[in-house]
Every structure is written in structure tokens, then in C-alpha cells.
């Protein structure tokens, strides 16, 4: 190498000149000069000292947004306050009283009280208000950044917060309302242009994206196996190696490539990498300005950092999955976490032996930012809504942690590089010409940046995507489908498999367009077709955003709010709750195809199908549960059945993008079984549920039905045989003397009932895979556990045939209570082969002597609740229990022979004073006359009585079979309510007509049901008033 090599800051006042040579093993000479200028800093010929690094605290700033669209459907409540410009406040939804205060150096309210400006910009309604617009966050933050970068500090801006939180609102911005990034670079080209002209600028622009720890440039086109690699300099530390950096003369430029960025970003986010939530967009801006009279420079590296959706770190996010530790997915923000939980106890005084920074791609390019050189800003972006509270609080402690990390900035200066411009605009005057696709993406800042220009004449459907040999139906392939433009008209053709939506609905044929038709390709790629100039109008294209496409999607599919049961409520208003679940549904449905189609890329063989729990379910009093969305997984091949809550299968599916991501670098894909995401041990299925109505116990009338096991969809599953009956504490069941007209004649008094399960008729489980087994579970009253009948295998219509007694020693009001108004629930369990069978530990039940469950023990509990010195004692005092009710039932027991035999003396009674009656005086003739009447009367009086116990039967038997009739009409009231109209308008007619003999039946059910009691009621009567006459 010849020529000078400039070596910047050494302290001089004259030049100096430094050549020696060396050699190499080859013999070949290689001259090094030194050059040693005189430095421009020196004060009169003193030497100037080295500046100083200056100790900077993170700045942190909070942000909380408006209430989405969806909280508002929600119902949501604001849950955050601000009284002051550095003042937080969060209260618990589920305690009011109980709130949290945090400070930090700035609090923005961007929440309420804000109105549009003639330019769209949102300003504050009230010129006193609290609102904080884009301007205002751009003044504190914006400006601080640029300051800094003047001086020559490094400079650094973190947007944390979850999803959807408005992390890129602040950042980037929306409409005519620009964020930090742009109004940035505006105003440091606005700057440059006001500059002195004996100074130079260069300014470079890159972007990058951090995905599952690879790094993709979003300058470039080509995408790299495996991502960039992040190597490590002694003097430039960290950096990616490869990263394009672009020149840039003007704000132009810096917007179109933050374009193409954006671009690339959503064709990745397409062919199934990353979503904008779930990775980390970092954008730098290298400044130099140059000074040439000194030949010198200050150089700043603007770092601008959107993170990804903090909730994907929450480990209860795949709560109760075996793999929630495995995704890469959420490795990058824990180590982000550890790194400034480190940093700030670093700041406290505590002793810190490491700092992660080497764990993650994320925090060693973040190295500097955190605890080093630069001067770094933070600005947490919050939800106000009520249902965020748990991520909302997270987000607000990562911030307070954040605050106490303390930097070391300096000014940087290095010696002038002079780099090659260039910049090539591309022009779209085809938008005015020819119909074409926009792109329409889940975040709103990567919406309409892709066009696809349809010309005249047949064309595959050419968006960006890598080149693909093998044929993936969901992604966008080179040929996917053909788009023709003929004759003033535009058709769209599928591919083979290739999948393809209209309007909701797939096609496999030709299908023409027509202007503002949605199209998704593949399972999530989502374009709006803009027809010819002539067709086009006055529209709102905002209206088509993602929701909209997912909704139509979801409703061609069979699925809406009201099918849920979201307008159930009666007052005509949508449940919040319901709508939530909706929500979720539709969120879901693109995740559940790709999901699908990775399983079949990869030959997994796994169906995954959305569906709602306790869609058609209620608790025993017949109230609707809490709906949430959950996967149904089936193995086609051995049928084997999983079903996963909505957050294991999100974290699933981070898994399998990894391991899939490996298939497509040609990787090997192969895992073990445990670490292998489409992979879980064979488990127990909850097939169903049954309601059997209690109210004929509480009259002490036996049950015999056939009840209908109704799964989540509100379809029939199967069919329960029960009977439910009283019984004496021997198991002898009780007949209809022993019925009651009104349930307090039980209270206070031992009540003995069997619950017999008998058959499962018509199992569809078992029906589907003769190999499959079933289990029945119930739980009555305040009975601490569920208690399981034994497995059965391999029968369709499996004989359970199984008997509990229970007994309740005093029946209490409660108990009586949810008799009259409660149902048993009896669950249905689907068994497969290898999965653990269901059991319960008898240990925790009350049993009497008899070896009968005891229920309605509340009072037994109190008691032995207050004894609880030693084990001993309680066990004592239980057997004096028992043996205490054991003596009362005696005492019934002779207090009833007593009874019986104070009747035989009486009437023996009688029948001497009937003999002796000759031989009293006339005085008593009277009295004696009317003993003598005695016995008849008697007579009377007993047949009246028992009449009247005749009547007392009549009238419980009329009971019985109305309360039988009852619960059949009970049943069909619930079907009623569950059944849902066909989408298809050429299924109504029969629907309708369905409906109404449904409706016909049930009115007719209920009108005999009463008809009957009151004719059975009348008679009755009719007969106890003939007997009073009688007696008169």
C-alpha cells in the first residue's frame, strides 16, 4: 500500500511527515507514511483537552393512544391517567381502588380531546387542553435527537410497547399526521440547506428487519439463507456485515427508500416471514459534517427503532405449553429485558457480573444505545383500554427500569470519506392508465405501498416474491395466477392448487373482476382490485382496510358475530364479551390456514379448524359461559385430537414459521419429537355436555330421561340415559306416597337420591374411530370434586351402568334452592389410545356410615372448621354426628309405633264406653247420645283423612308428570335458542319452515303441559269439596 494514512486527534501544532518500509516473506517493499496534522483546537499554541464523555440517563417518555375500534366494540374503560406532563397513572379494572404511579421525563395524553385541522391533522380541541399531537412529541423528542447529532452524539429512539399500542403511529406516522422518523429527516435537510457553505454533509439511510434472530436488509432485494451475519470489530464493535447504506442528497430520497423499505417488508410479511408485530425494524441515519478548514469530521449515527409487540415475550402467552420456552420468536426483547434489568441495577449501586448484549442479534447492534455511547430515548406506547391493563403495566415497569440505565456519550470525529451518490426515481403514470392490485396489509402503515399494474394482455400474477421451485398453495408464486386484460375487462385464473379468494369466497375457474372486488392470494395476501379509469369514482378506499377482507372472509365461511350469540343479550345491544371472541375468530382465521399449510409442506399430517368453546354451552342454571376461541388439531392419518387455547396455538406457530423457515433455506427440518411444534402427547377430549334439570328432587319424584350431549358447536354429540332417584338411606327407592307438595317439607331432613348413568347411545367419537373410548364426569352441589365413571372402549353405544348415592343429613335452604333452579352437568370425555385416563381422589368426600357421599355440608364443614385442633377431634366429632342422626331416625322410627299404637287404645277405648252406655243415669243420656256418636264420627273423620292423603298423592303425581313435561320443553327451548339461520338464501325457505314447526311444537308442548296440571288440579278440588260436604 502507498500513500498517506491520516491519523485524526493527535494533539499537534506543526505537520509532521512519518515513512518507513517494510517487506514482506515475498520480498515485496511496502511504504507506510504517517501524516500528523496540527490541530485546529489548540488555544494560543495550548494544547486542548480531549472532551470528556458525559454521563446521560435514558429520556423516557410515555404515550397513550385513542381507544381502538375494537375496544370501543368492547366496551373497554379507560384505565390510564395523566395530571401532570411527567405523572402516569394506572388503576387495577378488577380493584379501582388500587392504582400504580409512575414518573418519567415526559407523559404525552394523546387519548381524547383532539379534533382534525383543515390540513387532517390532529390538533388539541381546546387551546388549554392536555392533548399531545405528533407536533408536540416531535418538539420534546425530534428535536432532542437532532440536537444531539449537530454535536456529534450518537443518538438513539426505542418504540416499545405491545401490539397495536401506537408504537408506529409515533414513529413513522399516518396521513397528513408525520411521526418522529420523517419529520427527523426533513428538518435535518432543511438544516443542512441554512448551513455554512465551508462545510460539507453526508448523510447515509439503511433499514433493516430483526425476524426469529436473522437480519434481512429492506434495501435489498435479495434475500440471503439464514439472514445477514452480525459481526464483531474492536473498533466498530457490532455491526451487519453486507448491510446496504445508501447515500442521500435531499428528504426525497430518505422517503423513498423508507418506501421500498416498507415494500420489501411486506412482501416478506406476504410470503410468510415476518408481520410487522412480530419483528424489529431498526433504521440508521449516518451523519457526518465535514469541516474543511480542518479537515476534520463529527459523525452521528441516528438509530430509530421500531421493537416488536411486547406481549410476545409474556411467557403466559403459551401458558400450559410444553414448548413456550423454544420460540426464537420472543428471545430478542427477554435478552432486550435482562439487558437493561442489568444495566439498571448496574445504575443502583448493585454489583453486575455480565451484561447479556452477546445473547441476542437485537441487543448486541443495541450495545451502544444501552449503557454506552449514545444518547438514548425511550418512548412507551400504551393502550388506555381496561382489557390491556396486564400489558399496559408491564410496559410501564420495562420503562421505569429503562430510565435508570445510564449512558456515556461522547463526540464523535473522524477523518473525511467521500462516497459515491446515487439514487434511481421510479414513476407509476401507469396508475392513471391501467387497472391494478393494491396491497392491503394488518398494519395500516404498509397498506397501499405495493401496486401491481395489470396491461393489456395475459400475465402471471408477478408480485415480488423469491424464486420458488416446489408449489406452496399459500404463498404468492411467480405463478400463482393470471391476471388477463382483454377487451376492457379483467379476469383472474388460479394456478393448479394455487389458492385464490374473491370476495370472500375461493375459486378455481376464471373468475372476472370488477372494480373495488377483493382478492386474497394464497391464505393472508390481501389485494384490492382498482378497475379502469372509467369505473372508478368518488370512493373511500379507507373502508377496505384488513378487517374488512377477514370480515367478508369470515361471514363466506359461515361465520358472524350474531352466529356466536353476540345480540343474545335481549336489550338489542352487542355482548362485548362475544364480540371480543369474534374478533379473535377472524384474527385467527389467516394464522389457522397457514398453519395448515405448513403441516402439509412439511408432512405433518395435521388438520387445524377454529371453533368456540361453549358456543351452545351454559352453567347449571342455564346462563351462557364465557366463550373463547380454541384449535381443534386432527391427525388424518391415526385421528388422533388436540385442542389448543388460542395462546398455545399462537406460540405454536411461531414455531413451526421457524422450523418451516428452515425447510425453505433448505435446511434440515427434522426435530425431535419433543421439540417438534405439530407434535403433543395424546390427550383426553372434551367432547360435550348434558343438562339434567334437578327441580323433581326437590319433590322428592324420581327421573328417568334421555338427555342430549350437546358439543360446541350445539350439536348433537350423543345421548344420555339417567335416572335420578330418591331414595330411603337403604337404597330403596322412594314411591309417591313419599312425594311433597313444596320442598320446605324437606328442609331440616335427611334426603337420600341416586344418580345412575346408565347408557351413552349414538357416540359420534366412537363412531368416527371404533378404537376410541369415553368417560362421563359430573359434579353436584359443593361437591369438591368431579367424580369420573369408569373408561369404556371400543362401543358405539358403551353400557355405563354406573350408581352414586348421595345424602345430605339437613337439608338446607340453599341446597333446596338449587334443586328447584339448577341442572346437573354432566360432561362427555373422549379417550384415545395412549392418553391417561381421567380418575378422582375419593379422599377429599364426606361419606357416612353407610359409605354415601355426603353433599349440603356446609353446616358439617362450619362445625368441623371450628375444630380444627387436632385431626383427631374432627374425626370424633364426625362419628358423633353420624351416630346423633343414626338415634333421631330411631327416635322417628318409635315415635312412629307410638303413634300407631295410641290409635288401638283409643279405639279400645271407645268400644268400652260403647258397652257400659245402658247402665248410665238419664242426666247423661245426652252425653252418653253423643259418645255414642263418637266412633262414627271418628269414622268419618278418619276416611276424610285418609281422602285427604289420597288427594296429597293425586296432586304430586299431576306435579310429576308436569315437571317432566317441563324439562322436555326446557330442552327444546335450548335447541331452540342455538339454532342458527343457514348463510345460503336458498337454505332459509327451509329453515324458516323448520323453525316455526320447532316453534309450533314447543307452544303446543307447553300449552298441553299446563292444560293437563289444571284439569289434574281441578279434579282435585272438585273431589275435596265433595268430601267436605260430606263431612258437613
Known sequence: ?????????????????????????????????????????????????????????????????????????????????????????????????????????????????????????????????????????????????????????????????????????????????????????????????????????????????????????????????????????????????????????????????????????????????????????????????????????????????????????????????????????????????????????????????????????????????????????????????????????????????????????????????????????????????????????????????????????????????????????????????????????????????????????????????????????????????????????????????????????????????????????????ADPSVLAVFQDYVKLMPLVAEANQMSEELKKGLNMELKVKNLASSDSRGCDLQKEVTVKVTHQRTHQVWIWSKAKFINRKFLMEELYQRFLDGEDSQVSQEDDPFWDPVEVVHLGSAHIWLQSLAYCMKFEEQVEFLNCDGLEEAVLHIHINPCSPTGQARGEEDVVTDPVDLLGKRMDFQIRLVQCLGTKWLKEDAERGVQMGYRIYDLPNILYTKPVWKTVNPQIDETVQFTTLNASQEFLNYLQTNALIVDLWGLQEGCAELSCSRLDLMVTGEGHILVDTKKISTLMDTSQSTSNQIAELYLKLLKLEQETELLRNINRVLREENVLLKESIERTSSSQEAHQPSSTRKITWMTAQGPAAREINQMCTTQQASFDREFARALKVFYQSMNVARGQFLKLRHYKPPEDDQMLRPFVHQQSQMLKDFGDLLESSMWKLKNDVALIVKQKKECLSHME
Not at 435531499?250 to 408485530?277: C, F, P, V
Not at 414448548?323 to 441495577?345: C, F, H, K, P
Not at 395475459?458 to 398453495?473: M, R
Request: glycine share 8%; charged share 20%.
Open 1 to 573: 500500500m502507498n500513500g498517506p494514512l491520516i491519523i485524526d486527534c493527535l494533539e499537534t501544532d506543526c505537520f509532521c511527515w512519518l515513512s518507513f518500509q517494510c517487506f514482506s516473506v515475498k520480498h515485496k517493499r511496502c511504504t507506510f507514511c504517517i501524516i500528523f496534522l496540527p490541530n485546529s483546537n489548540t488555544n494560543n499554541g495550548k494544547m486542548m483537552k480531549m472532551p470528556m464523555p458525559s454521563i446521560d440517563s435514558v429520556k423516557v417518555a410515555v404515550r397513550v393512544r385513542p381507544f381502538s375500534q375494537r375496544e370501543k366494540n368492547s366496551g373497554s374503560k379507560c384505565v390510564i391517567s395523566m395530571h401532570s406532563r411527567t405523572t402516569t397513572i394506572i388503576q387495577d379494572p378488577k380493584n379501582p381502588g388500587h392504582t400504580k404511579t409512575f414518573t418519567f421525563d415526559l407523559a404525552y395524553w394523546s387519548h381524547n380531546g383532539f379534533q382534525k385541522d383543515k390540513d387532517g391533522v390532529f390538533i388539541s380541541a381546546d387551546p388549554g387542553g392536555k392533548f399531545a399531537g405528533q407536533k408536540e412529541v416531535f418538539h420534546d423528542l425530534g428535536r432532542g435527537i437532532l440536537d444531539s447529532a449537530w454535536q456529534g452524539y450518537n443518538t438513539t429512539l426505542l418504540a416499545y410497547g405491545q401490539t397495536g399500542s401506537g408504537k408506529s403511529y409515533s414513529m413513522i406516522g399516518f396521513g397528513a399526521n408525520k411521526g418522529i422518523i420523517p419529520n427527523v429527516c426533513e428538518e435535518l435537510f432543511q438544516a443542512i440547506e441554512n448551513r455554512d457553505k465551508n462545510q460539507e454533509y453526508q448523510v447515509t439511510f439503511s433499514m433493516l428487519e430483526i425476524y426469529n434472530e436473522q437480519v434481512r436488509d429492506l434495501l435489498s432485494r435479495i434475500k440471503k439463507p439464514g439472514g445477514l451475519k452480525v459481526r464483531e470489530d474492536q473498533q466498530l464493535g457490532f455491526y451487519v456485515d453486507g448491510l446496504k447504506s445508501v447515500p442521500c442528497e435531499n428528504y426525497a430520497q430518505i422517503e423513498r427508500l423508507m418506501e421500498q423499505g416498507a415494500k420489501i417488508r411486506t412482501t416478506a410479511s406476504t410470503n410468510m416471514n415476518a408481520s410487522s408485530s412480530r419483528s424489529h425494524m431498526v433504521i440508521t441515519i449516518q451523519f457526518k459534517q465535514v469541516f474543511l478548514d480542518r479537515h476534520l469530521t463529527k459523525q452521528s449515527s441516528i438509530n430509530l427503532v421500531d421493537l416488536a409487540g411486547s406481549e410476545r415475550q409474556k411467557s403466559s402467552g403459551s401458558e400450559g405449553d410444553r414448548l413456550r420456552e423454544g420460540s426464537r420468536v420472543n428471545l430478542s426483547l427477554t435478552n432486550l429485558g435482562n439487558v437493561i434489568s442489568a444495566l439498571a441495577d448496574a445504575a443502583m449501586g448493585k454489583k453486575v457480573l455480565h451484561v447479556p448484549y452477546r445473547d441476542s442479534v437485537l441487543t448486541k447492534l443495541l450495545q451502544s444505545a444501552l449503557g454506552g455511547n449514545s444518547r438514548t430515548t425511550l418512548i412507551a406506547a400504551i393502550s388506555p383500554a381496561d382489557i390491556c391493563y396486564e400489558e399496559t403495566l408491564s410496559t410501564l415497569r420495562y420503562a421505569e427500569r429503562a430510565k435508570k440505565i445510564r449512558n456515556k456519550a461522547i463526540v464523535n470525529t473522524s477523518t473525511l470519506m467521500r462516497e459515491s451518490r446515487a439514487e434511481n426515481d421510479r414513476l407509476l403514470p401507469m396508475m392513471k392508465t391501467f387497472p391494478h392490485l393494491l396491497n392491503i396489509n394488518e398494519d395500516p402503515q404498509l397498506t397501499g405501498v405495493l401496486k401491481h399494474f395489470i396491461q393489456a394482455g395475459t400475465y402471471p400474477s408477478q408480485l415480488p416474491t423469491p424464486a420458488l421451485t416446489h408449489s406452496y398453495p399459500f404463498r404468492i408464486l411467480d405463478k400463482h395466477a393470471s391476471f388477463t386484460n382483454s377487451g376492457g375487462k379483467v379476469t383472474v385464473t388460479p394456478y393448479s392448487k394455487c389458492k385464490v379468494i374473491v370476495n370472500g369466497v375461493p375459486i378455481t375457474t376464471k373468475t372476472k373482476l370488477q372494480h373495488l372486488d377483493r382478492i386474497i392470494l394464497g391464505s393472508n395476501s390481501a389485494y384490492l382490485y382498482i378497475g379502469f379509469p372509467s369505473e372508478r369514482g368518488s370512493e373511500d378506499l379507507s373502508r377496505f382496510d384488513y378487517d374488512f377482507f377477514q370480515l367478508e372472509r369470515a361471514a363466506a365461511e359461515g361465520v358472524s358475530a350474531d352466529k356466536l350469540g353476540a345480540m343474545n343479550s335481549g336489550d338489542g345491544k
